[in-house]
């Protein structure tokens, strides 16, 4: 393929959901789709160009040391493309290193970056096995490819999804701490094995997780959210969560979890009638602490979007 004809592929315009993965006792298995996006406008140039706006906009904005172009490049390389620059515009409404998916949507924009304008033919699995290979584990691109609540496992590449649409009627509220946390320490802070009542209480839990979300069943989650794999090991690191997760069965707030490896926290929930009282007790409940940032959101229905030549997609099982 020729220069001309990879710089040929028009205009692609991306818009990926933040995500919220483990919940719990569903740990690098569960997750699901935030109304909060990584939103990119990308078309061939003459240079590498980004304008950023939004959360961690200068870290965005670096052509050095960015993850969506390091994707980009070495995919195109590894697949014997040549490396058309681009020129970006990007709205960033995921917090970097927040446990919010922010390296699952960077990730899945490379790769459908490089897709489009490498001209590679992917199609929608490919792209997120491709993802999923990149993650290390599948719960955050598939939430963030196919939207939804998912539960998911891998079988050496092949990403076997299963999805439901979460009750409309939920909401979440994410926690924010002031400082980041990287996915690399909070995975530091996890033992090399487990007892067998810890395992089986996670399985247990885990096995309720699924239902809930697929039965509505609200007050399953308080029990479906207990975790014993990865939490009790992470809550040194992410002060907020012993402090939350008291209050899930209260307030309106049917769960509450780190979300991802943290350190913000995830709580979901009953109704959208209920989050006053449910922010007013989370405040409540971290007083003397750093004020967080409250982001309250709902639970999407629906996946990564992608709007290339006039066409539009919307990537969803």
């Given at each position: 393929m020729?220069?001309?004809?990879?710089?040929?592929?028009?205009?692609?315009?991306?818009?990926?959901?933040?995500?919220s993965?483990?919940?719990?006792?569903?740990f690098d298995?569960?997750?699901?789709?935030l109304?909060?996006y990584?939103?990119?406008?990308?078309?061939a140039?003459s240079?590498?160009?980004?304008a950023?706006?939004?959360?961690?906009?200068?870290?965005?904005?670096?052509?050095?040391?960015n993850?969506i172009?390091?994707?980009?490049?070495?995919?195109?390389?590894?697949?014997d493309?040549?490396?058309?620059p681009?020129?970006m515009?990007?709205?960033?409404?995921?917090?970097?290193?927040?446990?919010?998916?922010?390296?699952a949507s960077?990730?899945?924009?490379?790769?459908?970056?490089?897709?489009?304008?490498?001209?590679?033919?992917?199609?929608?699995?490919?792209?997120l096995?491709?993802?999923?290979?990149?993650e290390?584990?599948?719960d955050?691109?598939?939430?963030?490819?196919l939207?939804?609540f998912v539960?998911?496992?891998s079988?050496g590449?092949?990403?076997?999804?299963?999805r439901?649409?979460?009750?409309?009627?939920?909401?979440?509220?994410?926690?924010?701490?002031?400082?980041?946390?990287?996915?690399?320490?909070?995975?530091?802070?996890?033992?090399?094995?487990?007892?067998?009542?810890?395992?089986?209480?996670n399985l247990?839990?885990?096995a309720?997780?699924?239902?809930?979300f697929a039965?509505?069943?609200?007050?399953?989650l308080?029990?479906?959210?207990?975790?014993?794999i990865?939490?009790?090991?992470?809550?040194?690191?992410?002060?907020?969560?012993?402090?939350?997760?008291?209050?899930?069965?209260?307030?309106?707030?049917?769960?509450?979890a780190?979300?991802?490896a943290?350190?913000?926290?995830?709580?979901?929930?009953?109704s959208?009638?209920?989050?006053?009282?449910?922010?007013?007790?989370?405040?409540?409940?971290v007083?003397?602490?750093a004020?967080?940032?409250?982001?309250?959101?709902?639970?999407?229905?629906?996946?990564?979007?992608?709007?290339?030549?006039?066409?539009?997609?919307?990537f969803?099982?």
């Open positions: 020729s220069d001309a004809q990879s710089a040929e592929a028009g205009r692609i315009k991306l818009r990926l959901p933040a995500t993965a483990n919940l719990g006792s569903g298995a569960a997750a699901v789709a109304d909060f990584l939103e990119i406008d990308a078309e140039a240079e590498f160009l980004i950023a706006t939004g959360h961690d906009a200068e870290r965005c904005g670096r052509i050095e040391d993850l172009l390091e994707i980009y490049k070495g995919l195109l390389k590894q697949h493309r040549p490396i058309v681009l020129a515009r990007m709205v960033n409404g995921i917090p970097l290193g927040m446990g919010c998916g922010s390296s960077g990730r899945l924009a490379g790769i459908v970056l490089a897709n489009h304008f490498g001209q590679l033919g992917w199609s929608s699995d490919q792209i096995e491709e993802a999923c290979a990149l290390g584990h599948p955050n691109a598939a939430a963030c490819w939207g939804g539960a998911t496992a079988e590449r092949k990403v076997h999804v299963a439901v649409t979460p009750p409309a009627a939920w909401r979440a509220i994410v926690v924010l701490p002031a400082e980041p946390l990287a996915t690399s320490s909070a995975r530091a802070m996890l033992p090399e094995s487990y007892d067998r009542d810890d395992v089986v209480a247990q839990a885990a309720l997780l699924g239902l809930a039965q509505s069943r609200g007050d399953l308080r029990v479906a959210m207990i975790d014993r990865h939490q009790p090991y992470r809550a040194a690191i992410c002060p907020l969560l012993p402090r939350l997760l008291p209050l899930a069965g209260s307030h309106g707030i049917l769960g509450a780190l979300s991802g943290g350190p913000a926290v995830l709580v979901i929930v009953e959208e009638v209920s989050l006053g009282r449910a922010s007013a007790a989370i405040r409540a409940a007083e003397g602490m004020e967080p940032e409250l982001m309250i959101c709902r639970l999407l229905p629906d996946g990564t979007t992608i709007t290339q030549a006039g066409a539009h997609q919307e969803m099982i």
